[in-house]
């Protein structure tokens, strides 16, 4: 994944390899699709931020206070974006990034305690705009990634984390089940012995365990995932960007079927599990240590 002459998992940013982030014509600023011009930055929730560089969007999940866990504004903020980067026909690649040291600690656990209306939670319209676009999507990494924020991951077509990074998805521990196709994805992705000890056992791992996996792309030092992730999102904005989404969404076609309706299984069973003692109990348990 490196450049010629470049060390695997060392990275520098797109200005130092002399690619433009901004191709004329598309100044720096808060993102605005096409067809939302002048709407998308005012709509957005403080737990989010939406950057345009070009072609480029990143999307930063902004609750450092909270380690950037998940609560339902910011997924279907996520959610919104996604969509409209995909109506989007000038955008080549998409950055998902937390703020401040950590990427996300997943679903906010005070959310799992509410009652929750029948049909798609949140969490889930999320997943579905994320595994729906034809936009790459880029993932940097950093501190802890958590439930969701690891089996996102899957969906996301790089995915740079730092040396230091943690992931961990502990739904058994909680009392619940897979999420996000990962029943599926995870053992096709790591092998069945490493999905087992990850999802079965919910042991937390590492950047260089997950990349010699194939969840991560490449190892950066602390704090320069971004800057990984920036430097290859510069180069798909460098490539043909018709024939760049179409074939990501080649890519996909094959297993989108399955991809669907393992997502529909795991929904259906998580939402029959947050009503059970054994899962509350676990939430319980949890908020109390804090």
Sequence with gaps: MSPPGRPKGEYRSAEHEGIPMSPPGRPK?????????????????????AQRDGAILTLTINRPQRRNALDTATYYALAAQLRQATEDRDLSAVILAGAGEHFTAGNDLHDFQADRPDGDSAGMTFLRALIATDVPVIAAVEGYAIGIGVTLLQHCDFVYAARNATLRIPFVALGLCP???????????????????????????????????????????????????????????????SALRLTKAMMKRADRQAVDDTLDFEAAQFRARLKTQEAQDAFARFLNKK
Excluded: I, N
Excluded at 29 to 49: I, V
Excluded at 204 to 225: H, K, Y
């Design 29 to 49: 600023g808060e993102y605005r699709s096409a067809e939302h011009e002048g709407t998308a930055a005012s709509k957005l929730p403080d737990s989010l931020q």
């Design 179 to 241: 999420e996000g196709a990962s029943s599926l994805m995870l053992p096709r992705l790591a092998g069945a012995r490493k999905a087992a000890q990850w999802l079965l056992q919910g042991k937390a791992f590492g950047a260089d365990e997950a990349m010699q996996a194939g969840l991560v792309t490449a190892l950066a030092e602390p704090g320069q995932a971004l800057a990984a992730a920036r430097a290859t999102a510069a180069d798909l904005a460098a490539q043909p960007r």
